[in-house]
């Protein structure tokens, strides 16, 4: 057990800076000791709170820390392994996009902010009716699989760009939004995760806790010591003028509104709240949870975030940002992935319009 100890303390020091995902638990208890005990160390990641348990991420050690303590719990890795061989790989996913973009070229825009850690290019796709030009139309941003192992948000993006794509000119709704909108698509901000079906990235970082955050000391707006995959996405933020985002993960079923870092009330709140209970209400098996009331929630009440995407969005770029957790499981079989997407249409679509002044 001393040696067990003096192994996590060493681990902290090489955590503090980043979230290191080597192995992920689901944690089955209720138990507030358990709870804050488990939350007071910072090299770990708790998420996705819930009646009965919660997930753990951490290091490696994690697993015989979590023995030793008599916590009970069940590996992660093991859940929807069947599923994981039916998805596309990145390369896959690439070929797809490509092939969009080749057929409507006057509409879509392929184009890489930079490279994961093994070298895959970070794909946005921009849907315009006038997209090789920057002009005074609002942009808007969707972000999917920023963590490896929640696949469902990507898969969703793709078919979304097919859908604009193929129904510009046929689809009212669409036409309006292409016309109206600078539309930007990135459907996996985390290839190497999602091709070896882990959280983090190649480094086994948390790229959902690796941006800066104004209520800790990593609080300046700089690139310096994170991840490539963060980096991207911060220096490409730079470069633009997102008036509204979402991004998409997995694990729960809920529409979350900042602030994810702090319990002060977020000076929009009552905007976002809206924007929440909306595509929520557009969603059905959201809007009908028995866990989350009207399938939204605020991000602090339900769980603290530090360095997550969306708060920064928002305080760093002004970049109204909120996070959609887009199924239960993280893996569902691949033949559900047009559920999800059929019951998450309208709402996406409708978020989009959002932006239009």
Not at 67 to 81: E, L, Q, V, Y
């Amino acid at each position: 057990m001393k040696k067990l100890a003096v192994l996590f303390a060493l681990l902290i020091v090489t955590s503090l800076q980043a979230k290191i995902v080597e192995e992920s638990f689901y944690i089955q208890t209720d138990d507030q000791k358990t709870f804050e005990m488990l939350k007071s160390r910072p090299e770990l990641t708790i998420d996705h709170i819930e009646k009965g348990g919660f997930e753990l991420y951490g290091p490696k050690g994690l697993g015989e820390f979590l023995d030793n303590n008599n916590i009970p719990h069940f590996s992660m890795k093991i859940a929807g392994m069947k599923a994981r061989g039916q998805y596309p790989s990145p390369e896959e996913i690439e070929k797809e996009l490509r092939s969009v973009t080749n057929a409507y070229p006057e509409i879509t825009s392929m184009f890489s902010i930079g490279k994961s850690v093994k070298g895959r290019d970070l794909w946005v796709i921009k849907l315009s009716n006038n997209v090789k030009e920057n002009d005074s139309r609002p942009e808007f941003k969707y972000i999917a699989n920023m963590h490896g192992d929640e696949i469902v948000g990507r898969e969703m993006m793709v078919r979304l760009i097919k859908d604009l794509a193929q129904n510009y000119g046929k689809d009212p709704q669409i036409t309006n939004l292409l016309d109206r909108v600078q539309i930007y698509i990135m459907p996996s901000m985390n290839p190497d995760g999602a091709a070896a079906s882990s959280r983090g990235n190649a480094k086994y970082v948390d790229l959902n806790r690796d941006f800066p955050d104004h209520t800790t000391s990593d609080n300046k707006d700089v690139t310096d010591g994170r991840q490539l995959e963060t980096q991207a996405v911060m220096n490409w933020q730079k470069t633009r003028n997102f008036v509204l985002s979402a991004n998409f993960h997995g694990g729960a079923e809920v529409a979350n509104y900042p602030w994810d870092t702090a319990a002060e009330k977020f000076p929009k709140e009552a905007l976002v709240k809206e924007f929440c209970l909306e595509y929520a209400g557009l969603t059905p098996y959201m809007s009908a949870s028995t866990s989350f009331k009207n399938g939204i929630t605020n991000g602090y009440a339900w769980y603290e975030v530090n360095g997550g995407m969306q708060d920064w969005s928002i305080k760093y770029r002004n970049d109204l940002q909120i996070t959609i957790e887009v199924s239960n499981t993280k893996w569902p079989e691949y033949t559900k992935v047009d559920y999800y997407y059929k019951e998450n249409k309208a709402a996406l679509l409708r978020f989009i319009e959002r932006a239009i002044p």
